[in-house]
């Protein structure tokens, strides 16, 4: 155990570990790119309909359960569906991890919309504010925190989960790890691990601070 | 023969010193694993404790081994020489259709010869299947001839029939022989679609080189790093790909890739039925880079008399790759039972039960 976490440190610090098209920094690079070109195609997708069904407070049912869909779907089965479907290339892995990403923003967004306090709504009403005035001056501000929990969700199951991509040929940090699996290389496997563990928390710790200071700056404002 | 028998027990009695946690585990599955009368002094049994042993399951191995122990092996050794199958021969099979399929004709075979049989289906990998062999848990195991070399000594370098079976009787560990081979071939294949091989000009791996930079292969990520693979096709054959695309082991990502034009070469098992289906071409293998892989029965020396050598040698002439690849796709496309698929084709070859 110890000899193999030795062993995991010196091919992590390699240098030559870290250049080229096989290197870690092309491959972190890469898997940066699948996870957030996915989480933003699910963010556009996600984030008008749980503000449209937050605010009408209609359809909330059908579109939770069938955002839920997502979240039962097997994501190597649905790779490989669409991958059969349409043959090689991004396609399969971006389509599944949207559909895993969806779930989390749709219903965060929706609980982030339901928790805005009725009076306020009324109030802002009672002003003069027509429906979309409620939902951008009131509504959105109001539950932006939750719909940011929602988004840091979605992409941080995206990071994880984006390693699929290896499994149909394409790069990313998933390449250690399938690629150590078929040559029974383990030290491979677990740098591929750890990378994307790294790769997630940073990501998270990045946007909780960028939510902080957003709010910080709103707060000032009000 | 008596030499296993002591390698395995040091295994069960080293065992019998270690705290037992999980003597209700290891109870049920002895039930499960053994049909044989309880305190029968069969060698099966000791050596099905050294393998619960080795599975760090230690009450059971403690009472196995203490069972039978050396008697049991005493018992057994009135086998010993020559080999007998008079009290029956257990065959192992690992867990793939293919040889699921190969364990029930050779007990097709055997029964015909009038030997009994028992099979023991799926048991699992090389890793735990030869041990099991060694240790007399089972005593017959359908194998392949180059991936047997390959795991038995990973150096060796024969890669034709006949060099192959002699390097395999010099590699073999004591107690274990192998038995001629049959005319059935599971090998590693590179397979082009006909248009891609008439676009070409594509017939063997030879071929290749010609359209060096051009070509992309699909296989799984360990075939980048073998010498059945990319390493071999440049160093024997001098061809390079214009990229390696990481899919699946003949499964259905790369076989949908060369079917769809992602992959120009897939590789591919021999006897995968979509070969034939889809009309894809084979590229032939004139510098022998692909070790054959024809089916031989691998023995215990205790089973290996002449009635299991004859039943198994007219199997092996019998049985063709085409017959194998139809009978996988019966098991795989058809969903029909392993068993029933072989005693069908034994039936259709005067392979038949002798009462």
Redesign the interface.
Known sequence: MYELFKNLGSWLVAGEQWTGPDGIGHRIAEHLQYSLLATLVAAAIALPVGLLIGHTGRGAFVAINLASFGRALPTVGLVVLVFLAGGLSMTPVYVALVALAVPSIVTNTYAGMTAVDPEVKDAARGQGMRGHQVLLRVEIPLALPLIMTGLRLALIQVVATATIAAYVSFGGLGRYVFDGLAQRDLVQVLGGAVLVAAVAVVLDLALSGLQRVLFRHRRAAV | MNAQGSASSPNSASSASSPSSTSSTSSTSSASSSSSPKHSPLPRRAILGGLLAAASVPALAACGGGITSLDGQGGGGGNGGGGSSANGVTIGTANFTENQILGYLYAAALGAAGVKTKVRPNLGTREILIPALKGGDIDLLPEYQGALLHYLSPKATATEEGAMQNALAVALPEGLQILPYGRAEDSDAFAVTRETAAEYGLASLADLKKQNGKLVI?A???V??RVVGVVGLKEVYGVEFKEF???DSSG??VK??LK?G??DVANLFTTDTDIAAEGWVVLTDPKNLVPGQHVVPLIADRKADSAVRKALARLGGALTTEDLTELNRQVDKDKKDPEDVANAWAAAHGLVKKR
């Open positions: 699909g799984a990520p360990e980048k790093k695309k990481s899919l259905p990502l949908g890739a769809k992602d992959v």
